[in-house]
């Protein structure tokens, strides 16, 4: 027995399922999981010593690599202070500021510690400013685990095949609104039918949880039209667009303001951070200076901002992204063509350093195809590429991450693993 195999069986007694997230317990692609011991730059070695290029980056959160000089002092400097104090630090301010100065669509923003923490106050903030209870989500976009939100999501609810979740009564969802992505005419129509009703709309600019399917040109744009034009508020969820498409995520990429933006992921610098803003008028109706409830005791943590502000500085000083732009670019390119030469059919969706493959699908722009995707050849690549130190999400429906640390040897091993999971070529 391996130690991963027996570290899985010793937390199986003691944890549900074994593991503290369930997509990471291989459910949708079979087999156990290695249990990680430490990560460097973009690649991670297991409890058996083995080594793997990784392209889940901690589902994304890490936009440099794992333990990323710059990031570790700052969390040791900042721990070796206080690792809490539940009072304000100069140090969550001057986060605040630089979010602010990246993304000028966040005036003012409230730190949390998670991105499901994020999403639901940001929903009660749309709610209690505008005094609406409805929402409008989208199919197979995914924003956290909170009761109203588990409607139609995807990620780990998609991967295990779960009718959103027991536990959540009729009434949690009552006034969630579930609409196809990438359809504006779906939304127009919700907004002619109960548009008095519609306190927001929360999207994925980029959904990254159904694997990566990107907006249809127009799309984001006609959602900022209608909810305009019903007064209703639009919220972009970057919990993983946020500073990985670009410094202003996917609002800057895409030229579309929301009303409120979600945070989280590359915000921490791997530490569990997250945070939502908008205009000061918005996020004023906030407590203590407004009648919106929202607390944390660790929100603003000392040790997670500091990891956050040294991701935030490295961003500045560095510039990551067009390298990142260009290596996934060549990289999707390689891949598909690798793919193509073999024989398999299949889709590369691609934005920026997001990128994702669909096996077995020609086009894929929203949930349905997605779901109509062959999963089990993508279980049968999965274990293909584990076998050949490449460490890819443990389901079709997550999003493959580039992370500044990835180098043309890297794309170059992806690649190579890729044809040998696969096979020979096809022969005419």
Aim: aromatic fraction near 6%; charge should be negative; glycine fraction near 12%.
């Amino acid at each position: 027995m391996s130690r991963s195999e027996a570290l899985f069986e010793r937390a199986n007694r003691v944890i549900p399922g074994g593991v503290n997230s369930p997509v990471r317990a291989f459910r949708a692609v079979g087999g156990l999981p290695p249990f990680i011991v430490s990560g460097s730059g973009a690649e991670i070695v297991d409890a058996d010593g083995r080594p793997y290029v990784d392209l889940v980056q901690s589902w994304g959160a890490l936009l440099f690599g794992h333990a990323r000089t710059e990031v570790v002092e700052a969390v040791r400097e900042a721990a070796s202070r206080g690792t809490t104090f539940g009072a304000p630090t100069e140090a969550e301010v001057e986060l605040a500021e630089r979010v602010r100065s990246l993304m000028p669509s966040v005036e003012m923003l409230r730190l949390v510690s998670s991105g499901t923490e994020a999403a639901m106050s940001a929903i009660r903030l749309a709610r209690g400013a505008t005094g609406r209870p409805a929402v409008v989500k989208f199919d197979g976009c995914y924003h956290g685990h909170s009761d109203a939100l588990l409607a139609s999501a995807g990620s780990g609810v998609a991967t295990l095949s779960l009718p959103g979740s027991a536990g959540v009564p009729e009434g949690a969802v009552a006034d969630t609104i579930v609409l196809p992505y990438n359809d504006l005419g779906a939304v127009r129509t919700a907004f002619e039918r109960e548009g008095s009703r519609i306190a927001c709309v929360i999207v994925e600019p980029v959904a990254a949880n159904m694997g990566v399917v990107v907006p249809a040109p127009g799309y984001l744009a006609g959602l900022r039209d209608v909810t305009t034009k019903h007064g209703a508020l639009l919220i972009f969820d970057e919990v993983i667009t946020g500073f990985r498409l670009g410094p202003a995520g996917a609002q800057g990429r895409f030229g579309v303001t929301p009303d409120l933006t979600v945070l989280g992921k590359v915000l921490g610098g791997g530490m569990p951070l997250a945070a939502f803003g908008g205009h000061r008028d918005l996020m004023e109706h906030l407590a203590p200076v407004g009648p919106v409830y929202q607390a944390g005791t660790l929100s603003g943590n000392p040790v997670a901002v500091a990891a956050g502000l040294a991701t935030l500085r490295l961003i500045e000083s560095e510039d990551p992204y067009p390298s990142m732009e260009r290596r996934a670019a060549e990289l999707a390119v390689a891949a598909s063509a690798t793919l193509a030469e073999r024989g398999v059919s299949h889709v590369v969706n691609r934005e920026g350093p997001l990128f994702s493959i669909f096996l077995g699908a020609e086009a894929v722009t929203d949930f349905g195809r997605a779901k109509a995707a062959d999963h089990a050849a993508y279980a049968r690549l999965f274990h293909g590429m584990l076998d050949r130190g490449i460490y890819l999400p443990p389901s079709g429906y997550e999003a493959w991450f580039l992370s500044a640390a990835h180098d043309d040897g890297h794309a170059e091993r992806i690649v190579r693993a890729l044809g040998e999971s696969v096979g020979a070529p096809a022969t005419s």
